[in-house]
């Protein structure tokens, strides 16, 4: 099952909001089952995903990217995990005639993407708790060297005139 949702919005004072929200489900089954003490185990769960980006156009040639995700607990293996999620932040600016563009982003602004999980056994009495290394900021400066790109020419080449 999909589900996306598309929202567009344009205010007079040149302010524009473009975003879009997808919606995942899945049943997951892990095969074969799980031996166990008390005999065999079969496991299976629903999980979901969660993303919505929103795309913020401001005057004087700024835009704002906010994206965020969310997964539901879910099923690894054996492994029952925790819900988790983040969201990334980018803000962009134009100069000279959309000539020059920076960009500034920061991945998992507040630090809250983990990986947690507990194990379903009965035999193996096991969690986890990391947090990955998933902060990070990027500076990007573009510059537009030259002018129009040229179109291409529909002519035939010198073998296809041959034949």
């Not at 099952?1 to 089954?29: E, N, P």
């Not at 005057?59 to 997964?71: G, M, Q, V």
């Not at 096991?126 to 020419?153: A, I, W």
Request: positive net charge; glycine residues 6%; hydrophobic residues 35%.
């Amino acid at each position: 099952m999909v589900i996306v949702l598309i929202l567009q919005y344009q205010h007079r004072l040149k302010y524009s909001l473009f975003g879009y929200t997808f919606l995942f489900g899945h049943q997951l089954h892990h095969v074969p089952p799980i031996s166990e003490f008390s005999g065999e185990k079969q496991l299976s769960k629903w999980a979901t995903t969660l993303m919505l980006q929103q795309d913020i156009s401001l005057p004087k040639e700024y835009k704002i990217n906010l994206s965020a995700h969310w997964f539901s607990s879910e099923l690894l293996g054996i492994y029952s995990s925790q819900p988790t999620g983040y969201v990334d932040f980018g803000i962009k600016k134009t100069f000279f005639k959309k000539k020059l563009v920076t960009q500034l982003t920061i991945s998992d602004i507040f630090n809250t993407n983990r990986y947690k999980a507990h194990s379903l056994s009965e035999i193996i009495d096991y969690s986890y708790d990391d947090k990955p290394d998933s902060r990070r900021v990027g500076f990007t400066l573009l510059y537009h060297l030259g002018g129009n790109l040229v179109k291409e020419k529909n002519g035939k080449t010198d073998e296809q005139k041959r034949l």
